[in-house]
């Protein structure tokens, strides 16, 4: 039905005489991915206008498919599918397949992930980026404008409604996939975008490299652990991903035939990354100073190489953006924040959420090449680096561009600025510094080694030893069987109670059932952790008040004067996986030998309390 109908629609563009539009099987794939990327753009601008309908989506998909349909169709004697693509194609279907097997949805609050989740799910359920409840208006009025606490990855707005403090190009893109699919529409999402990445990572590597290094290369991407263990989180590195290695490939035809096609595209892609992730500023100024450099003359540069078009396009660009500052200005403050910060006070280390204690500035340096080791990443650091310095001192700085556009971000080798438990910490690295550093070791190694079959051989040892760590974790499905847990717990209330829930509830702080008790069951829960709020909310505006408290957390409420009026109702357990991250003193984890986590499953016994008038 659908390809009939398809059909019916190319003989109709075909009929009234639509132009043939000529592309080469380069710029198909461009198509292909514009697409998605103007999928993207359309979800940001949807968000940010507050009008974000499965009306418009479903409308973009349509004639977006169309579109593909109709370029395919009178270009398809072009399009040259050889062995090497297609392998790519099959690894790149069979490992999207695997990882998605393995992934649950990572929607419980408490950690970046689940409240990136949370966001995305409020967009696609109220069309707009602000909501509000009861329970939130009442903390509202006790914390003000500013972090909502008892919300984590929000903040109040001046009006009492809470927002999202995460940078909205993410967010826009899973709540596409989510009005669409459900929760399902999580690891689609992230699917399409690993795909596209593999793919432009590959046709990066294939214009350095032989066709078999390439390949080699594409491996080594699909056998390293942190690509596989970040899949299943939703974490806008994700999306940072395809948007960085895709922005580099069309900025590297470009370079190639000057094709302002290429350049528009390499431009679109970044500014849509400048939503997403901060670092993509670094990028473009990157890619403007290897222009001024290349061109020399700035005003030839301007109105002959890039042209008076793409000028006002990237205009529009700067207007949305600093539209987008107005509404969502202090996600990028903070981000800047976390990223300056130990540079301008080098007495600083890694942040820490169990410790304010400062380390030496080089300590977190080491820290982070032994957890590199640990990973099995360090290698690849290693013979990139050199790769880069061997490149770089024969001056052959046209291979060194991908190098140079992502240079901004190893900045992170020195100091990650953000949490040092791991895996968590390798995020800030997976989207652009190893997948570089595997690139330019490939590259060293295809040109120092003459014979082929030693070449191979080392590929060989790094891919094993990958291995040893991919596949330990590769099966690792985290909270896997808590979201119907949280469910049957939430069959306890009804829509007009408040719950005040302690962050231990699940056995584990970074997967709290606040989230999913809100914006599926539609409960007022809310993450409590200062008794002394209690008296400041009015108890008036709900049906009853309702604790869920784990038993070993009792110490902490008999302090306080919430106890007496408790009473116990019903008893809940709650059995988990949970992932075994060390934490500790700075000092001590930097000092200590770097151990992987493992799985462990935790079972938590609890109470579901009554408040008493």
């Avoid at 438990?421 to 550093?437: C, N």
Wanted: glycine share 4%; hydrophobic share 55%; with cysteine.
């Amino acid at each position: 039905m659908a390809k009939e109908y398809f059909g019916y629609i190319i003989t109709l563009m075909i009929k009234f005489k639509i132009p043939e539009v000529n592309l080469d099987k380069f710029q198909l794939f461009t198509a292909f991915v514009l697409f998605w990327i103007g999928m993207g753009w359309l979800g940001l601008a949807l968000s940010l206008l507050g009008i974000f309908y499965n009306a418009i989506l479903v409308s973009y998909i349509l004639l977006g498919s169309i579109f593909l349909i109709y370029l395919i169709n009178f270009n398809k004697t072009k399009i040259e599918i050889n062995f090497r693509f297609f392998l790519i194609f099959i690894l790149t279907l069979i490992s999207v397949f695997i990882f998605s097997f393995y992934a649950t949805p990572t929607i419980f609050s408490g950690r970046d992930q689940g409240s990136l989740s949370e966001a995305a799910i409020r967009l696609a359920q109220n069309h707009h980026l602000s909501f509000a409840s009861t329970a939130s208006q009442e903390f509202f009025k006790i914390y003000d404008a500013g972090p909502a606490l008892n919300f984590p990855g929000f903040q109040y707005t001046a009006q009492g409604n809470l927002a999202t403090q995460f940078p909205l190009g993410y967010i826009s893109w899973l709540a596409i996939f989510y009005s669409l699919i459900g929760l399902n529409g999580f690891a689609v999402a992230n699917s399409i975008t690993f795909a596209i990445f593999i793919f432009s990572f590959y046709l990066v590597a294939r214009y350095y490299l032989r066709a078999s290094s390439a390949i080699m290369a594409t491996l080594l991407i699909l056998t390293s652990f942190v690509f596989a263990w970040f899949f299943k989180f939703t974490l806008s590195e994700n999306l940072a991903m395809m948007l960085t290695w895709f922005g580099i490939y069309e900025f590297v035809l470009f370079t190639k035939n000057k094709s302002r096609f290429y350049l528009l595209s390499s431009l679109t892609t970044f500014a849509l990354l400048v939503f997403i992730r901060v670092e993509a500023l670094g990028f473009l100024a990157v890619i403007t100073a290897i222009l001024l450099i290349k061109y020399k003359d700035w005003k030839y540069l301007l109105f002959t190489v890039i042209g008076k078009k793409i000028i006002l396009i990237v205009g529009g660009f700067l207007v949305l953006y600093f539209f987008n500052l107005t509404i969502d200005s202090p996600s990028y403050y903070s981000m800047l924040k976390g990223i300056l910060s130990p540079f301008i006070s080098l007495g600083s280390g890694l942040k820490d959420y169990s410790s304010a204690e400062s380390v030496p500035f080089f300590a977190t340096t080491f820290y982070v090449l032994k957890v590199f080791s640990a990973y099995a990443l360090f290698n690849f650091i290693l013979f990139g680096l050199t790769g880069f310095v061997y490149l770089w001192r024969c001056k052959k700085f046209e291979i060194l561009v991908p190098f140079l556009i992502i240079l901004p971000t190893f900045v992170y080798i020195i100091h990650p600025s953000i949490s040092a438990d791991h895996p968590w910490m390798l995020r800030r690295f997976v989207f652009s510094i190893i997948p570089v550093s595997i690139l330019y070791a490939v590259w060293f190694f295809d040109y120092f080694f003459k014979k082929r079959a030693y070449f191979y051989f080392v590929i060989a040892l790094l891919i094993a030893t990958s291995l040893m760590v991919f596949v330990p974790f590769l099966t690792i499905s985290p909270d896997k069987n808590l979201l119907p847990q949280i469910e049957k717990i939430s069959a306890n209330f009804i829509d007009s109670d408040l719950i005040l829930v302690d962050r231990d509830a699940t056995g584990d702080g970074w997967s709290m059932m606040t989230g999913p008790l809100n914006f599926l069951f539609n409960k007022q829960a809310v993450y409590f952790f200062n008794p002394t709020d209690l008296e400041k909310i009015d108890h008036s505006k709900f049906s009853n008040i309702y604790f869920i408290i784990p038993d070993n957390k009792l110490d902490f409420y008999r302090q306080s004067n919430i106890f007496p009026k408790l009473m116990p109702v019903q008893d809940y357990t709650i059995n988990n996986s949970v992932l075994a991250i060390k934490t500790g003193e700075k000092q001590e984890m930097f000092d200590a030998p770097i151990e992987l986590p493992t799985m462990q499953d935790i079972t938590i016994y609890g109470k579901i309390y009554l408040l008493k008038n």
